[in-house]
């Protein structure tokens, strides 16, 4: 697997990249961060917290490599440091709390969202030229929406007006969190709207690629041979359109990805949703810059490694990336 | 020229226009026309859209208006920036990367990489939190600096493609410098990517700041649609009903993105015609006049004019374009009323009862230079065990003729006007151009197959041989079980002589010359009693074809089906077939057996054929 | 000027001046996808130790199949692309050797054309662009006057006329036959010793491409150019040129004067491709 092997080896180069910038960021950025916070908080940061930032920025005069090194031991005993606007609890307990949170919501909506979206934009391509056409302006605006104004609408049609929806929060605070179905029932409850603000955020952009892709494949020969064999319907745009089309929309799942991402932080921000997103951004008011750092690494490690699964994906629907195995 | 060739005739691309447009126009006047300091508040709080206010107030009592028209300098600006220094970027990663290769393109291959894979949004706010002070223009390039990735990698792949296309390489051989070809040729061969890439990222730049500032990390003492929404969020909006305060400038990015993405559709149809949609014709255009309008406007028409053609009639070897481009700039088919010679129909004296008949075909595309008539009146009889060959030059309509009897034109080519009949073995017609779906699908490869210039890609490329033969037994041989299928395709391959156990390989495992014989012998599995094979010996070397064309005689006699062998090579033809019929634009000139149309060619055209294979040696 | 050793290179004829010469020949191009910075290549030869010389007002066929390599050494001779190992001399003198010639100077004596005229254009320029270039480049002139009446003597050269009509035009308004012309043209504004033709009209229809060649051969006699005619017709290189040499799987096969190796092919594999060429005679006659 010569091709999967090359990936690896990039993704493990971009994943060592994400470690240093997360590094490098708050060293070369512009202005000093522990003389920010100290000023910002006014006298009122405790002493502990005041060295804990020290510690964290490595405010030791060690030259840059040593203080590199030191990072990256840390990071291999999976220490974070500690969180300064919840002191002392240390940043690797936040991120795992937050962590089931984004990648139930965001795991289930994406997935959602790339299977309707393609189905879609199969379906659109094989009806060109009829009524289907008039979709695309319509599906374009939709994908020009920013999400977190989807979210709001959403929160103000069937939240506010409608209540169909609770409009905050990951699961009904008067319940205890245990593996119950109550409680399972209740977080499915509150995830439903958030869900649905992606995957309407997103769903437009997967149609729009594979209606072009798909498109542009039924005018290859193997599609009229199909045609000429005298398969089904179905065969011919499943099986061999829609089929080859698919390929590129995976190899730009990075690309895609990483606007999905964006865009569903911003929804958790709206939604109050305990994840990652949402936690981020209360880092950032906060000036958590540990928290920061943290949230920044552990996003970026989790969209490498969706994308490595992209990758192995797409080793396994085209045999072409096989060979000289 | 006039201004009239300037105005797209897309309608979505016009609306896409429009909007882009009028939001400029706000950007740029908006700010003075505001009837209030954006930031002035007042004791007007919350209050519904009035005269006074026009969109209402906000928490503070300043005026929603004079915040929008405000904003959108903001939005836009930033968004402006972001995509000038994103596009900037990713042109000269890609170019520089693409065309210089080895090392540097190495490095920057991998660069781009990480800014692809690392999500843009989370470095961005990390980014923008540890800025110091945060001026529009700081957020611009942080938001570049995020974003040119996706579109480097394109211009990269662009790039790589056209350095080796020939007119570079020409560009080399008369002695330019590396520079000038990478900026004066190939990069205003990707003007295209170029602007995709930018309204992409201007969108992007928008939805970034907008999302920065929702999250209060904008500049906060500059208005902009996104710190609108901030301020909305936090004063809760949402909750006390002040629609007006927080759907005006979502809406707004909204609208702005997808006018800048309906624009796009006229770049994506520009440089890809497969996408454009609806029919092309427009009348009352000449084609002089649309060729001889702005470059790049006419080269879109012809390039859609090519694809057309080209789909439906591939023209001779690789030159794909050559057809239409032929056709729209030298339109042949504008010169029909030119006086064409009477074409020499010879009766052929073929044994054999008839199995396909064409009366008087007629097909026509409608394109924008005016109606193309792609087959003009070809009349055809062909006999069961017969080997047809169809010869003609590029564009001169023998693909297209093929692919109305099999009924694999594509839209907008449709057949004006004849008949073509199917006989079976008892002489019972169907009537091929009036077969429903159901019935056509039960004719299809059991009595007429098609071999496609396959060399190259009639072969679904990410399935094994194994499921191309599988599908279309099943289909047609139902109750078959899966062990007798494989048996069948098996048999079929050695026949072509294709050892059995590379059944399970893929195309791309396969020599361009194997890959040819197992679409023959995917043809040959039903037992069909026709074989319409289109230049399928074209992509192939000399010793190759040769083999390839025994194989096919064999086959022939063999099993006793009837084969139409379309092919520009008229020397190969009159060596295989038992009749030959040439064609020219659109015209059946020449149809007779073969042997005599070589010794006595009866139309111009044919002698002049014969003659220039003489003097080029290739009769000998 | 150096005499050359013929010995060492077949198809060589005694008498007319030799003007460009290859010796040994070597292009390895790496095989497979890289994969990473440091991986080593596994390498393949397209070229294989082949000599070659061209003399001044005569062709030379170079003929074989796609992949045999006959391309790939135009290119090299062309110095588009790098020579592996081997030399190449221009009226003598070695040129490889670093320092020794610019690329613009040498392109200034051997020049290439291409084989497809649909794509050997750019189709954003117009024909003046192209063909000044060119002009610019090679010949000393400088005002935009000067260069638009050379532009138009090299047109009428290639016999499209009236030059006129054709300055303005764009790629994609001109036919195969005319864009080849063109491509003529533009070899021509370097006055060049040696035209390297390759495929010239593989991609034409058949009722053009005698002029075609007709047109190369009157360049050739006019102008006393060395022509390295590249093909996968062994038909028309009988036809239009003065020696041939086959090549297979990157090695010259056999070489000689055409029609003898063309009607009395030695080599095994020379005799295969004649056999396999479609022959409608032997059936029709």
């Known amino acids: ?325 | 020229m006039s201004i009239s060739t300037l105005i797209p005739r897309s309608g979505k691309v016009r609306a896409g226009l429009a909007i882009v447009v009028a939001f400029v126009v706000i950007a740029v006047v908006g700010p003075f026309i505001a009837r209030y300091d954006p930031n002035q508040t007042s004791f007007d709080m919350l209050e519904p859209p009035s005269g006074r206010h026009w969109l209402g107030t906000t928490q503070t009592g300043q005026d929603v208006f004079s915040q929008f028209m405000t904003g959108a300098r903001t939005s836009l600006l930033v968004g402006l920036v972001a995509g000038v220094v994103s596009q900037v970027v990713s042109v000269a990663v890609g170019l520089l990367g693409g065309y210089l290769r080895g090392v540097a393109d190495d490095l920057l291959y991998i660069l781009t990489a990480v800014f692809l894979v690392i999500p843009g949004m989370p470095l961005l706010i990390v980014l923008t939190g540890y800025l110091p002070s945060r001026g529009l223009l700081s957020i611009a390039v942080v938001i570049a600096i995020t974003s040119w990735a996706g579109s480097a990698r394109v211009i990269r792949a662009q790039t790589l493609s056209l350095r080796n296309r020939e007119f570079v390489e020409a560009a080399r051989g008369t002695g330019e410098s590396r520079a000038r070809i990478m900026f004066f040729e190939v990069l205003p061969n990707m003007l295209p990517l170029v602007a995709s890439g930018f309204l992409f990222s201007v969108i992007g730049g928008i939805l970034a700041e907008a999302g920065l500032a929702f999250l209060g990390l904008g500049s906060l003492t500059t208005t902009s649609w996104g710190s609108m929404l901030y301020f909305a969020q936090n004063s809760q909006a949402l909750l006390s009903g002040a629609w007006w305060w927080y759907v005006p400038p979502g809406l707004a990015i909204a609208v702005v993105g997808a006018g800048l993405a309906l624009i796009n559709f006229a770049i994506d149809e520009y440089s890809n015609p497969r996408l454009r949609t609806g029919s092309a014709t427009r009348p009352g255009r000449s084609g002089r006049r649309a060729a001889a309008a702005v470059a790049a406007g006419a080269e879109a028409e012809l390039s859609g004019v090519a694809e057309t053609l080209a789909e439906n009639d591939s023209p001779a070897g690789p030159g794909n374009d050559e057809t239409a481009e032929r056709t729209a700039a030298h339109p042949e088919f504008d010169r029909a009323d030119e006086p064409e010679l009477a074409p020499c129909l010879r009766t052929s004296p073929m044994p054999g009862s008839p199995i396909i008949e064409v009366d008087s075909l007629r097909v026509d595309y409608p394109t924008a230079f005016g109606t193309v008539h792609a087959v003009q009146d070809v009349s055809l009889t062909l006999r069961r065990g017969e080997i047809l060959g169809l010869a003609g030059e590029s564009g001169s309509g023998k693909s297209t003729l093929t692919n109305a009897i099999t009924r694999l034109l594509r839209p907008p080519a449709e057949v004006a006007g004849g008949s073509i009949v199917y006989r079976a073995d008892d002489g019972t017609p169907t009537d091929l151009l009036r077969l429903e779906d159901q019935g056509l699908r039960a004719l299809r490869w059991n009595e007429i197959a098609v071999v496609f210039q396959s060399a190259m890609n009639a072969l679904n490329p990410v399935t094994s041989i194994r499921a191309q033969f599988d599908d279309v037994i099943r289909v047609h041989r139902p109750g078959l079980p899966p062990a007798r299928r494989t048996e069948i395709a098996g048999e079929h391959l050695e026949r072509v002589g294709i050892p059995a156990d590379r059944i399970d390989a893929y195309p791309h495992e396969l020599s361009g010359g194997m890959k040819q014989r197992v679409a023959i012998a995917i043809a040959l599995v039903l037992e069909p009693d026709v074989i319409f094979m289109d230049e399928p010996t074209t992509a192939l070397d000399l010793l190759v074809q040769r083999d390839v064309l025994d194989q096919i005689v064999r086959l022939r006699e063999e099993y006793g089906f009837a084969i139409v062998f379309t092919t520009h090579d008229l020397a190969l033809l009159l060596e295989i077939s038992d009749s030959v019929a040439v064609m020219r634009r659109g015209h059946l000139v020449e149809y007779g057996p073969a042997r005599d149309l070589y010794r006595e060619p009866g139309h111009q055209y044919t002698k002049n054929l014969l003659s220039s294979l003489e003097e080029l040696g290739s009769l000998a | 000027m150096t005499t050359t050793d013929t010995t060492t290179a077949p198809g060589a004829a005694a008498g007319p001046a030799v003007v460009l010469e290859g010796r040994n020949l070597v292009k390895e191009y790496p095989v497979g996808a890289r994969s990473g910075l440091l991986r080593r290549q596994q390498r393949m030869r397209a070229v294989d130790d082949v000599s070659i010389v061209l003399a001044a007002g005569r062709v030379t066929a170079l003929v074989g199949q796609s992949g045999s390599g006959k391309s790939t050494l135009g290119r090299m001779l062309a110095r588009l692309i790098p020579v592996t190992a081997g030399e190449i001399l221009l009226e003598g003198t070695e040129v490889l050797s670093a320092g020794r010639m610019s690329h613009r100077e040498y392109v200034g004596d051997v020049q290439l054309t291409l084989q497809d005229p649909f794509a050997s254009l750019n189709p954003l320029r117009r024909i003046e662009y192209t063909l000044g270039r060119a002009v610019r480049i090679h010949q000393d002139v400088r005002t935009a006057e000067a260069v638009h009446e050379r532009c138009l003597a090299l047109l009428e050269r290639v016999g499209l006329t009236p030059a006129e009509r054709y300055l303005d035009r764009f790629p994609h308004e001109l036919s195969g036959g005319e864009r080849q012309r063109v491509s003529f043209a533009r070899a021509l504004a370097a006055s060049p010793k040696v035209l390297i033709a390759d495929e010239p009209v593989s991609m034409l229809d058949v009722t053009i491409r005698k002029e075609m060649l007709d047109l190369i051969d009157a360049l050739r006699r006019d102008e006393d150019l060395a022509v390295l005619y590249i093909t996968h017709d062994l038909g028309s290189a009988r036809r239009y040129s003065d020696e041939v040499m086959v090549m297979h799987h990157g090695k010259v096969v056999e070489a000689g004067e055409s029609r003898s190796v063309i009607d009395d092919p030695q080599d095994e594999y020379t005799r295969r491709l004649l056999a396999a060429a479609p022959n409608p005679g032997a059936r029709l006659r």
């Open chain 1, 1 to 325: 697997m010569r091709f999967l092997l090359k990936k690896l080896a990039l993704y493990a180069f971009i994943a060592w990249a994400a470690l240093t910038l997360n590094f490098l960021i708050p060293r070369l950025m512009p202005g000093d961060p522990v003389q920010v916070l100290i000023a910002a908080s006014e006298g009122q940061l405790t002493p502990e917290a005041a060295e804990a930032i020290k510690a964290q920025f490595g405010i030791t005069d060690d030259p840059l490599l040593v203080q590199y090194l030191a990072y990256l031991g840390d990071l291999a005993r999976l220490d974070l440091g500690v969180s300064l606007s919840h002191f002392p609890v240390p940043v690797s307990d936040i991120i795992s709390g937050a962590m089931p949170w984004t990648l139930g919501l965001v795991g289930v909506a994406t997935v959602i969202s790339f299977l309707l979206g393609t189905g879609l934009g199969v379906l659109l391509a094989w009806r060109r030229g009829t009524w289907s056409d008039h979709v695309l302006p319509a599906l374009t605006f939709l994908n020009a929406i920013p999400y977190f104004w989807m979210a709001l609408i959403l929160v103000l049609l069937l939240a506010v007006t409608l209540g169909w929806f609770p409009y905050a929060g990951g699961y009904d605070r008067t319940m205890f969190p245990e593996l119950a179905l109550p409680f399972i029932g209740s977080v499915l409850y509150h995830a439903a709207l958030p869900a649905l603000t992606i995957v309407i955020g997103s769903f437009a952009g997967w149609v729009l690629q594979m209606r072009n892709m798909t498109v542009t494949v039924l005018g290859e020969d193997y599609v009229s041979m199909a045609e000429a064999k005298g398969l089904p319907r179905r065969t011919v745009l499943f099986g061999y359109a829609a089929r080859n089309a698919i390929l590129p929309s995976i190899t730009g799942f990075a690309l895609a990805l990483g606007a999905v991402v964006g865009g569903s932080m911003l929804t958790e921000v709206i939604f109050n949703y305990p994840g990652l997103g949402y936690t981020l951004f209360q880092a950032v008011s906060a000036q958590d810059f540990p928290l920061m750092q943290g949230l920044f690494l552990i996003i970026s490690l989790a969209v490498i490694a969706a994308n490595l699964i992209a990758d192995a994906a797409y080793v396994v629907l085209d045999p072409r990336t096989r060979q000289g195995a």
